[in-house]
């Protein structure tokens, strides 16, 4: 079955603080893999996917396909990084996308 | 370019009436998802369509929900009736060559 967990619903720090949103996942197969943000007021869309292998906004993840995570990184957290972040994973071909629950990352001056 | 619209924003009815919604996906983009948002979820998909035809509807509940693209463009999703646990917001998106999915706005739905 496939399945995507991310174990924090809430996560806060400090700005200028490293940030981390972990992610989890289940997939019988080589998966794709997504973060997705949401700002407030924001529709969702796409931060960065593990086959471009890009840092945006200066966030990077890292499939680890033997602990099935990708987990999202950034050194230097900034306010305007307050959001809902979404880890999604899809088969080949990125066709269906199932999500996890979400995490939201509150950045305090 | 203009992304994807959906409307109603809003919508309020009573249990057991029955609702529409309508999206309008990029122009060009021939995949069109709906996907389901309960309170503290991710997203859920309930169907995808390839054009006018369905690819997936494997999580869409059959008996109330139903959903159509006549003309391979717009797309609407029907509720009838409505039941309280169907309160959410409701996404669409649509998906061109290039593998990245581009979502609406929503349309959050309370039922009563």
């Known amino acids: 079955a496939q399945r995507v967990t991310q174990p924090e619903k809430l996560l806060s720090v400090f700005k200028g603080a490293p940030v981390e949103l972990k992610c989890n996942y289940s997939y019988s197969g080589s998966p794709e893999l997504f973060w997705y943000v949401q700002y407030s007021r924001q529709r969702l869309q796409l931060l960065l996917r593990?086959?471009s292998r890009e840092s945006i906004k200066g966030f990077t993840a890292d499939l680890n396909k033997g602990e099935t995570s990708f987990h999202l990184k950034k050194p230097f957290a900034q306010e305007e990084d307050s959001a809902m972040y979404y880890c999604?994973?899809?088969?080949?071909?990125?066709?269906?996308?199932?999500f996890g629950q979400g995490t939201r990352l509150t950045i305090n001056p | 370019e203009a992304g994807v619209a959906q409307s109603p924003r809003y919508k309020i009815i009573e249990k057991r009436q029955s609702v529409a919604f309508w999206c309008n996906p990029i122009?060009?983009?021939?995949?069109l998802y709906w996907y389901q948002q309960i309170l503290g979820q991710g997203p859920k998909l309930l169907i995808q369509f390839q054009n006018n035809g369905v690819v997936d509807d494997s999580q869409l509940p059959k008996d109330r929900f139903s959903a159509e693209r006549l003309k391979g463009v717009d797309s609407t999703l029907k509720i009838q009736p409505a039941k309280l646990e169907d309160s959410a917001v409701y996404l669409c998106a649509s998906r061109g060559l290039q593998e990245t999915q581009y979502f609406g706005p929503g349309t959050r739905l309370l039922v009563l």
């Open positions: 122009s060009g983009h021939a995949t």
């Open positions: 593990h086959i």
């Open positions: 999604a994973l899809s088969g080949f071909g990125a066709q269906k996308l199932v």
